[in-house]
């Protein structure tokens, strides 16, 4: 007899895009947590799609931090929690983009992991601003298209890698940092569990492909996840004490052109000249992946 899938802990009203990655994100977040625990989420899409006023898609205790501060407000519930005695049964986690995350609230959360709060940060990485317009951040990949850095004649978008942001926690001193990914759903929750389960400031990094950013069908968002994977171009693994213990292999790597072809912000690279240059950058990208993290 198979076991019981945990509780979501988030509801289905809430006024997210069809196929959003944000939902399937902070479902499989609160099913590795648990119901005892309490949410601190900075603006974004997430924030606003689950709680339009007067109603909340949140079915355990949440709190809206802005933009810059979840790191700080996050320290501020862990203290409040062990004042009062309750920290023991009550964990504590934080949801953000990458806007959010790399970007505007990069410094407070810096702040919280180097004081050592316990607490588990959880960045949805859809690499943009999407609730604002699909405009650029420091997750945004080589070469995609945003509102901020479009393709065009001198142009093939985002001119600048990503931001290796879960090296930065790493070097935070955390005992605990993860990649994951929202295609792989079992892969999720044990991180998510993991690391709500180990004392100290722990980071998961999930890859969440926006079916609006990033231009795909509605149906597709957990097969474009996967495809990032297949491809190598988002290796998913674990670090300890800034060791890597734990890799997930890729037997058979697709071409990144599997993955790139499938998305709008990429359609440039295969009808503009010089754009088969750029997918071979791309492809070396994930074939660095490859060797650097052990993926065969």
Request: proline share 6%.
């Amino acid at each position: 007899m198979s076991k019981a899938a945990p509780k979501t802990y988030l509801a289905s009203g809430h006024s997210g895009c069809a196929g959003c990655c944000d939902a399937f994100a902070a479902k499989f977040t609160l099913m590795g947590a648990g119901p005892n625990c309490i949410v601190v989420n900075p603006t974004g899409c997430l924030e606003v799609m689950t709680t339009p006023f007067p109603n909340s898609a949140w079915q355990v205790p949440w709190i809206h931090s802005l933009f810059e501060n979840a790191g700080a407000v996050a320290s501020g519930v862990e203290a409040a929690l062990i004042a009062l005695g309750k920290k023991n049964d009550t964990k504590v986690i934080s949801i953000g983009g990458d806007g959010s995350t790399m970007d505007i609230g990069i410094r407070s959360l810096s702040g919280a992991f180097e004081r050592g709060h316990d607490f588990t940060y959880v960045c949805m990485d859809n690499e943009a601003y999407m609730n604002t317009g699909i405009q650029r951040s420091s997750g945004t990949p080589f070469d995609a298209s945003t509102t901020t850095s479009p393709p065009g004649k001198f142009s093939f978008g985002n001119p600048r890698p990503k931001k290796d942001m879960v090296a930065i926690m790493a070097a935070h001193g955390s005992p605990y940092v993860a990649t994951t990914s929202i295609g792989y759903p079992r892969d999720m929750i044990r991180k998510v569990k993991k690391a709500t389960e180990i004392v100290g400031p722990t980071y998961i990094h999930a890859h969440a492909p926006c079916t609006t950013g990033w231009g795909f069908d509605t149906s597709k968002t957990l097969e474009v996840a996967k495809l990032a994977v297949e491809t190598c171009l988002w290796p998913m693994y674990e670090m300890e004490n800034g060791e890597i213990t734990q890799v997930r292999k890729v037997k058979d790597p697709k071409p990144v052109e599997d993955y790139l072809r499938v998305q709008k912000r990429f359609k440039h690279l295969f009808t503009m000249e010089g754009g088969e240059e750029e997918i071979k950058k791309i492809q070396a990208m994930a074939d660095w992946n490859i060797k650097h993290y052990g993926l065969q």
